[in-house]
């Protein structure tokens, strides 16, 4: 059973920066497409950003393309998510997510993934 676990949620004013991150247990890290996702109040949850355990070009949801990046650090078994230029609408809890070993499922269906973190509160004042 693989464990993620997030952090470098927190309070920001729009326009700033947070760098989140997600830390996965076992030794086969490097094996998982990573996802990050966000949920607001009374909304569904949505694909914020993913990346292919087998390398290549990232993929960003509309709302958060040339603000946020997504990159892994295989050696540190950890996903990080940097967010800069943060509005008010970025407010969430955001959660990182793992597909099964070797599996290259559609990013953006959450079905797609099987680990879950327990998410981490992002709040962007105006």
């Known amino acids: 059973q693989v464990q993620l676990v997030e952090s470098g949620g927190g309070l920001v004013q729009a326009g700033g920066s947070l760098r989140l991150s997600c830390v996965a247990s076992?030794?086969?890290?490097?094996?998982?497409?990573m996802g990050w996702f966000h949920q607001a109040p009374g909304k569904e949850r949505e694909f914020v950003a993913g990346?292919?355990?087998?390398?290549?070009?990232?993929s960003y949801a509309d709302s958060v393309k040339g603000r946020f990046t997504i990159s892994r650090d295989n050696a540190k078994n950890t996903a990080y998510l940097q967010m800069n230029s943060l509005k008010p609408e970025d407010t969430a809890v955001y959660y990182c997510a793992a597909q099964r070993p070797y599996y290259t499922g559609n990013y953006y269906d959450e079905k797609q993934y099987d680990y879950w973190g327990q998410g981490t509160q992002v709040t962007v004042s105006s």
């Open positions: 990346i292919r355990w087998s390398g290549g070009r990232a």
């Open positions: 076992g030794r086969t890290f490097s094996s998982y497409t």
